[in-house]
């Protein structure tokens, strides 16, 4: 009799283990952050060869979506006076907060054609309540822009995206 006890405890115990890892895979899926995009770096003009020092910043929405085996994510930017899902990307979490994404691509398109692409792995924290559902969320990640042009200029240098979780009614666009 103990020993179908033990081994009716051990099969709760490994459901329990299945059901909280596919819980946690899905804590991101719906969320919004507004965050800011920054970089830093130099331009080089091609035909001349004259460097110069550069640095720019804006407000970019990154949104979630689970998609059964990996997030889908969309990257949201104001360019011309419109804001768009200008680059659209899939990528797995790391841990059981999934709090990071390795090696993660973004490519930031910005008006005039100006665009960066990026490589970093972010790290995002989160707060949930006792059902689960995340309250508080932020997003940090710093990386290489790996290819970029300003205007007619190519950018070499770094970025960042920092920002936080936001309430899908406030984002100044309807997606």
């Known amino acids: 009799m103990k020993s179908i006890l033990r081994i009716l405890v051990g099969v709760a115990a490994v459901v329990g283990a ?3 890892s ?3 895979a899905q804590r991101l899926d719906g969320l919004w952050f507004k965050s800011k995009f920054s970089a830093k770096g130099y331009l080089l003009d091609s035909v001349s060869g004259a460097v110069s020092k550069y640095s720019t910043s804006a407000a970019v929405y990154l949104h979630f979506t689970w998609t059964g085996a990996e997030y889908s994510i969309d990257l949201w930017t104001l360019a011309d006076g419109e804001w768009s899902n200008s ?3 899939s990528a797995t ?3 059981l907060g999934e709090n990071f994404i390795s090696d993660f691509d973004l490519s930031f398109y910005f008006s ?3 665009y960066m692409s990026t490589f970093s792995s972010p790290y995002i924290a989160s707060t949930t309540n006792s059902t689960g559902t995340v309250t508080k969320a932020t997003y940090a990640g710093t990386g290489e822009v790996f290819d970029g042009f300003v205007g007619d ?3 070499y240098g770094y970025f960042s ?3 936080a979780k936001v309430d899908p009614a406030q984002l100044p666009f309807t997606p």
């Open 18 to 20: 299945f059901t909280a």
């Open 22 to 24: 596919t819980v946690s």
């Open 87 to 89: 680059y659209s990307t």
């Open 93 to 95: 979490t790391i841990g």
């Open 112 to 114: 005039g054609g100006d």
């Open 153 to 155: 200029k190519e950018f």
């Open 161 to 163: 995206v920092k920002g």
